[in-house]
């Protein structure tokens, strides 16, 4: 492999692990949703280094689509966000147990 | 990949791997934004150098100009200034095991990337320069967005109507209560 592909992978290893350390240690739902984008992102980064790897155009395709279904999921999920907060004047996930058993 | 393609690639994931600890670490949500920001602009300038400058353009315009801009406003209109990080939670030990879990997720990572043969320095096939410019190319993608991956070209385009109906109908104010009465 090129080396610049095996970076691409490891950085992109790096950025979803961080990704997920922000869904996990904050509790603030906007910054959580930052982590999942943020995930996505090193997704799509592993996805072009393949497509660079195997000269082929799919895993840009895939990165393609992969930006469209981010936006619409941030636009489903803040809206969530938003209603949350009109119900409760409060956006802490923890918070948040309406639906507790 | 020459000296150049290095150095930049080295600037660009210090950027990245900066923004992404300073999302995670930054106790104002406004900072964690902006360093999202800057850290999907470094993002783009590795898609360049993977040859791909179609999604460094999209990632410019549709993360940083659209997404990030949505977040920021989000923010700005319904998080009180006051607000601050606090780093008291539900479960106990979450921090903890959230380390522990991140530590596990990074080993797996990497060595399933070790046992999948990327680390091993094979020779690598020097591929035409044809190939890699058929990779770079707009048209190219364009065309293979319109003939073979048309369908889900386009059922994105229905999702992105799903999505915006939603959020209308998710973030309108209305008086349900009343409704729902009279049904």
Redesign the interface.
């Known amino acids: ?11 992109s ?10 869904v ?5 739902p ?2 959580m ?3 999942i ?2 995930m996505l ?1 090193a997704a ?2 592993a996805f ?2 393949f ?2 790897h195997l ?4 895993g ?2 895939i ?3 992969f ?10 999920g ?6 949350i ?2 119900y409760r004047r409060d ?1 802490d996930v ?1 918070a948040v147990n309406s639906l507790r058993g | ?1 020459n000296v150049i ?2 150095i930049v ?1 080295i600037a660009a ?1 210090a950027l ?2 900066i923004g ?2 300073g ?2 670490m930054s106790r104002n ?1 406004v900072h ?2 902006l360093f ?1 920001i800057a ?2 602009f470094a ?1 783009a300038v ?2 360049l ?4 400058p ?2 460094a353009a ?2 410019v315009l ?2 940083t100009g ?2 990030m801009v ?2 920021l406003f ?2 700005f209109f ?2 009180q200034p006051g607000q601050k ?2 780093y008291v ?2 479960l106990p030990w ?2 903890f095991f ?1 380390g522990i ?2 530590i596990v ?2 080993s797996v ?2 060595l399933g ?1 070790y046992m999948g043969g ?2 091993t320095a ?1 020779e ?1 096939v020097q ?1 035409a320069a044809m ?2 410019e ?2 770079t190319s707009p048209q ?2 364009g065309s ?2 319109f003939s073979r ?1 048309l369908l ?2 386009e059922l ?1 385009s229905l ?2 109507l ?3 109906l ?2 209308v109908v ?2 309108r ?1 209305e008086k349900r209560d009343d409704r729902e009465e009279k049904n």
């Not at chain 1, 930006?67 to 489903?76: G, K, S």
């Not at chain 2, 150098?49 to 791909?52: G, H, K, P």
């Open positions: 492999m090129e080396p610049i592909v095996v970076y691409s992978l490891v950085l290893a790096v950025l979803f692990t961080m990704g997920m350390l922000a996990l240690v904050r509790r603030n906007i910054i949703f930052m982590g984008e943020l992102n799509n980064l072009i280094a497509s660079r000269d082929k155009l799919d840009q395709v990165a393609l689509i930006m469209a279904v981010a936006a619409a999921e941030v636009a489903i803040l809206a969530i966000i938003v209603s907060y009109r956006v923890d | 990949m393609e290095l690639f994931a990245a791997l992404a600890a999302m995670v949500p964690s934004a999202l850290n999907f993002l590795i898609f150098l993977l040859s791909a179609v999604l999209l990632q549709v993360y659209a997404i949505l977040f989000i923010i319904f998080i990080h606090a939670y539900s979450q921090t959230s879990l991140v997720l990074i990572l990497v990337l990327v680390f094979e690598h591929s190939k890699v058929e990779l190219a993608l293979a967005l991956y889900p070209f994105t999702l992105l799903a999505a915006m939603g959020a998710l973030a104010k």
